[in-house]
């Protein structure tokens, strides 16, 4: 609230500008979001408050909107498990909490009957809520070996998952994800699946309902054994496992992979040595930092050449009109945004303001909507903040006329 104050014009008229409204939370999907774990050290978020309005009719800031970031597939709940929004893809959107409205300077309650507002809107209040996400994991690595070559073993040490680990093969029988986190925070999901043996992809050993798994995969790492207990040397299970692949689905062998040496550690020393392809031990710790580095390129590749789907904004209705509602104490409670707007003024000992208050609230229909809801002469009715005795002219009117 403000008045001009100049040294010419003593009585300036009403000059405070609106308030800025405040910064809506929203959760964009992201594909380069592979976890949420982030929610789970800092749930809370908070997006800034617009800024107040000034004299010589200053509107304030807007507060920004705050796009927070979640893996692609993430779920959102309410308290009660209610799906509220599927982020699917890249750029999907869900407005989580409205910021406020900023509230009207005194400028704007000036009319030809209140030359002079002494009051001003109060800022509306920003939406706050607890929402539950879930994420449905999608693998951007899967890793394609055969049965007993420590595939569990390298997820294991990769990442926080802690699948079986047996020295026989198909020890895996279900797919285990993990999220490998790197220094620098760049996260991706890997997803160690069961073994696959020559004619997978006419169904021998888990056959199909493993390499179902492989296909939403973005990057497939190969783990080739080079310890001397395998049956095939590292060649033939590149070639086999290639096979395997382009067998079930020839465009796997267009996806992007990695291959890497596994149990390099049971390397003898002296053995003659042919493999080229980079290698780790899962028991040492050697060679898995390059691997991560290796693994984030090509994940971050295939992110990259995914073509990015038309995102779309999931909408929520906004809850209209008014609403009343009956309290246990006989109260009455006037619900809605519109209502709580035309109470939210700055100061309601100032005539004016209640002035104001009485015909927004006519205007809304908050009298015939009470009336109807069988509010009586001096029932205490509550508007946000605000209580007030109703008083119904129409029913007094009625109660003289049954007296006469
Ligand atoms: N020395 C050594 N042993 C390893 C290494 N990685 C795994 N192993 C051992 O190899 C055996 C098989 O490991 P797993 O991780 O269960 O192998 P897998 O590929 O998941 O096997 P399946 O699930 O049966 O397909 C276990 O006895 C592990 O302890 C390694 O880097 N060095
Ligand atoms: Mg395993």
Do not use: C
Request: a negative charge; aromatic letters at 4%; charged letters at 25%.
């Amino acid at each position: 609230m403000s008045f001009r104050r100049e040294a010419h014009t003593p009585r300036g008229g009403p000059d405070g500008g609106d308030g800025g409204s405040g910064g809506s939370v929203w959760l964009v999907a992201d594909r380069n979001v592979a976890s949420l774990l982030a929610y789970r050290d800092h749930p809370h978020r908070t997006a800034p408050n617009g800024n107040h309005g000034s004299g010589n009719r200053k509107h304030g800031a807007t507060g920004a909107d705050l796009l927070i970031t979640v893996p692609e597939g993430t779920v959102i709940k309410d308290r009660d498990g209610t799906v509220l929004a599927d982020l699917v893809d890249h750029g999907d959107r869900w407005l989580a909490a409205h910021g406020g409205l900023g509230g009207k300077g005194n400028t704007r309650f000036q009319s030809a009957r209140r030359r002079a507002p002494g009051f001003a809107e109060q800022g509306e209040v920003g939406e706050e809520r607890w929402v539950w996400m879930e994420l449905k994991l999608m693998a951007d690595v899967a890793i394609v070996g055969f049965p007993n070559v420590g595939k569990s073993t390298l997820i294991s040490r990769m990442s926080a998952a802690r699948p079986k680990i047996a020295d026989y093969p198909f020890t895996t029988l279900e797919p285990n994800l993990g999220v490998v986190r790197l220094d620098d925070g760049f996260e991706m999901v890997l997803a160690d699946i069961p073994g696959l043996v020559e004619g997978a992809a006419e169904g021998r050993g888990l056959g199909h309902q493993f390499l179902r798994h492989i296909e939403r995969a973005r990057v497939l790492l190969l783990a080739i054994d080079l310890s001397p207990l395998t049956e095939h040397d590292p060649d033939r299970q590149v070639e086999v496992l290639l096979d395997e692949l382009g067998g079930y689905r020839p465009e796997l062998l267009d996806r992007e992979r990695v291959i890497v040496g596994t149990r390099a550690d049971l390397v003898p020393a002296d053995a003659p040595r042919s493999w080229t392809g980079g290698e780790v031990s899962a028991v040492t710790g050697a060679g898995i930092p390059a691997l991560g580095g290796r693994l984030r390129s090509a994940v971050e590749r295939a992110r990259e050449a995914q073509p990015v789907p038309d995102a779309y904004v999931v909408h929520r209705p906004a809850p209209e009109g008014i609403r009343i509602e009956r309290n246990d104490d006989g109260s009455f409670e006037v619900l809605g945004r519109d209502a709580a707007r035309a109470v939210a003024v700055n100061d309601l000992t100032n005539a004016d303001a209640l002035d104001y208050v009485r015909e927004r609230l006519t205007a809304l229909g908050v009298d015939r909507a009470l009336a109807r809801s069988g509010a009586r002469n001096g029932d205490i009715v509550h508007i946000s903040a605000m209580s007030f005795e109703y008083e119904n002219e129409d029913q007094i009117t009625l109660a003289d006329e049954g007296r006469r």
